[in-house]
């Protein structure tokens, strides 16, 4: 049996991709999973903008006590921030790529992430990251909504193309489905 190991040449710097619906258990399977890789040395990029939504605050409140006191943190939108910490680090977690496509123009999520991945190949750190699976929900009402779905539904299919590992969670139960 033929075993996918991500983008040609051997670099591999997407070890796995978390894809989920909100509230599955999706950021707590890609800790558990980074923390293998990182020895300890984890750095955990946020992508929210937290704003004055509380709700939001409270969720990144839990995100961050759940955390080893040991894992750096860096709250970034622009993958070049993530890219140049990344070389002090074992491994990286980015969580998500759903908020980051969400603060992107429209129809350049894409190209910035393609970006991103090219650049990573260069680096001997493993990055693991999260994203909402958009393929299941109803078809957005909204053309802007249903550009977003498009948007990360690319992204994602990117990510899982790059990535050595692939997996689904649901109701808390992670399965590898690459």
């Known amino acids: 049996m033929a075993t996918d190991l991500g983008p040609p040449g051997g670099a591999v710097a997407v070890h796995a991709l978390i894809l989920g619906g909100a509230r599955s258990g999706k950021s707590a399977l890609a800790e558990r999973l980074v923390s ?79 970006s991103f991945l090219a650049r990573a190949e260069d680096l001997a750190v493993p990055f693991v990251l999260v994203s909402d699976e958009v393929g299941l929900g109803v078809v957005p009402e909204s053309a802007t909504g249903r550009n977003f779905r498009d948007q990360l539904g690319l992204v994602n299919q990117r990510a899982a193309a790059a990535a050595v590992e692939v997996h689904l969670c649901v109701a808390g139960v992670g399965v590898r489905i690459k």
């Not at 990029?45 to 004055?52: L, N, R």
């Open 36 to 114: 293998n890789l990182g020895g300890g040395r984890v750095l955990y990029v946020a992508t929210a903008i937290i704003g004055v939504d509380e709700d939001l605050r409270r969720r990144v409140r839990l995100h961050r006590a759940r955390r080893p006191v040991g894992w750096g943190t860096l709250e970034a939108g622009n993958l070049d921030e993530v890219l140049q910490a990344a070389e002090r680090w074992d491994a990286v977690l980015i969580d998500s790529l759903t908020l980051w496509v969400a603060a992107r123009e429209e129809d350049r999520a894409l190209p910035e992430f393609e």
